[in-house]
């Protein structure tokens, strides 16, 4: 006898003690039936309207999930219509995106999609589907109607890497932020898990209102739409640089670039002739002809901006001129792999650093620096060049996001940390403060799975 039903069914498929649930069960079979086709649509509601409603339930009522999931499985089995059994198939390929069955009704439903798998390309993807829920816990988020349409699961995006590169892929329905991760990494000749995971994505909205790491586990369908840009950056460095692939060497140059140029890695303005050859090597990683002489055009571009106008130009244009002609021949890459190592000396290279305002406890001359790894927070006076403070990540307990103490000055992040004999609170002023907080939490513990 077919599993297959002609009418809807008028109790529960498995014993529900609640008879709201029952009822429950009843209508969503009767829903299940109007999507596949097997029944009348309601007048007014489409496919798409349908089948929301089928993962709104299933959402909303966790105590439902086994009971759905058995009424998809009867209904796709022996069904002898295949443009409506192909409709069931589709809800089920999603449903095991979404919500994982019981640990009681799994393996019934494995073996179910195994047996089928061979045969039944989507019995394959819905099997897919599970593992990675099991996985990855299961995207709670809806699709949008354009995810749910047939041929639009495969969208493109694009992944900005630092120094404006940019890497296409494509993602679907279920893809999850540590897969492009991977391929990004695999790009750059990085295969170590280890290392995969000292890199992270960075979500930004619109021009810097929002931005965070995305966690490994986040399905990227979930976070996008038209104001997001995603952005590839690397958080930890305790993995040792190689140089055995020219776009690892490029990105992690150009990264490196930015946060030299922008003053975060602490160069002092009497340090000459080290600030001469990293302009030196600069020059050099450019693919041109003059590589002997620095234009004086150039040279202010090569140079912090915080010390650009503590300098003497003429003597600094004077050491560079003469660091270029004392440098072996050499192509731009091996120059971009000498100014990294030479920039790996700096007090502060290997850390996601900050500009802060104020700081409670400490009286400090002017904005400070805070460097963040995955080991402690440390804060800098760029002045001295001296460390302030620092807190090992692994004894903070509470971070607290601070209304600005100011009309229109910037926000505050409150730090509770030490043992609970001596509880210790530290807060710091600064405009990007709640991106601080995201990274810290990320550092701490990157296992935590939000959707």
């Known amino acids: ?79 002898p219509q295949p443009e409506h059994c192909a409709r069931g198939w589709n809800f089920l390929s999603l449903l095991t995106g979404f919500f994982p069955p019981s ?71 279920f893809t999850v932020a540590v897969e492009v991760l991977e391929e990004v990494c695999q790009q750059m000749g990085i295969t170590d898990p280890q290392e995969v995971q000292e890199f992270a994505l960075f979500l930004i909205k619109k021009e810097g209102e929002l931005v965070r790491p995305l966690w490994p586990h986040e399905y990227l369908n979930s976070v996008m739409d038209q104001d997001i840009s995603l952005h590839s950056r690397r958080l930890s460095w ?5 140089f055995d692939n020219p776009t690892y060497i490029t990105t992690h140059y150009l990264q490196v670039l930015r946060d030299y140029l922008q003053g975060k890695l602490l160069v002092s303005p009497k340090a000459g002739a080290r600030l001469a050859r990293l302009a030196a090597l600069q020059h050099r990683s450019k693919a041109q002809e003059d590589h002997l002489l620095c234009p ?13 106008s503590q300098v003497n130009m003429s003597a600094i244009r004077n050491l560079t001129d003469q660091e270029l002609r ?33 700081v409670s406890q400490l009286a400090l001359p002017g904005p400070s620096l805070l460097g963040l790894n995955r080991q402690h927070l440390i804060l800098m006076d760029p002045y001295s060049q001296k460390r302030c403070h ?17 009309s229109k000055g910037p926000p505050g992040l409150e730090l509770n940390y ?29 296992s935590l799975v939000p959707n």
């Open 326 to 358: 004392q440098l072996p021949v050499c192509s731009p890459q091996e120059a971009q792999i000498s100014f990294l190592e030479a920039v790996s000396q700096l007090p502060l290279f290997g850390y996601t650093v900050y500009v802060v305002l104020r």
């Open 238 to 242: 305790e993995t040792p640089l190689h």
């Open 296 to 308: 004086r055009r150039d040279l202010q571009t090569y140079l912090p901006k915080p010390v650009q």
């Open 103 to 173: 640990a009681t009704l799994m393996p019934y439903v494995t073996k179910f999609l195994q047996d089928l798998g061979p045969s039944q390309e989507l019995a394959q993807s819905s099997q897919e589907h599970l593992q990675r829920t099991v996985k990855y816990g299961g995207r709670l988020r809806l699709p949008s109607p354009g995810e749910t349409q047939k041929g639009q699961g495969v969208r493109s995006l694009l992944i900005h890497l630092p120094g404006g590169m940019d890497y296409k892929t494509n993602i679907r329905t």
């Open 1 to 79: 006898q077919s599993l297959w039903p002609q009418a809807p069914i008028q109790e529960s498929l498995l014993s529900l003690s609640e008879e709201d649930a029952n009822r429950q069960a009843v209508e969503s079979f009767r829903v299940l039936m109007q999507f596949m086709g097997d029944q009348s649509k309601p007048r007014g509601k489409d496919e798409m309207e349908l089948l929301y409603d089928l993962l709104r339930l299933c959402r909303e009522k966790e105590n439902l999930r086994d009971e759905i999931y058995c009424q998809v499985i009867k209904q796709v089995t022996e069904h």
């Open 390 to 406: 620092s807190i090992a990540l692994k004894d903070l307990h509470r971070l607290h996001l601070l209304s600005p103490l100011e």
């Open 418 to 446: 030490g043992s609970a004999e001596s509880p210790q609170t530290i807060w710091f002023e600064l405009p990007k403060a709640q991106e601080l907080k995201d990274t810290i939490a990320f550092l701490l513990d990157s």
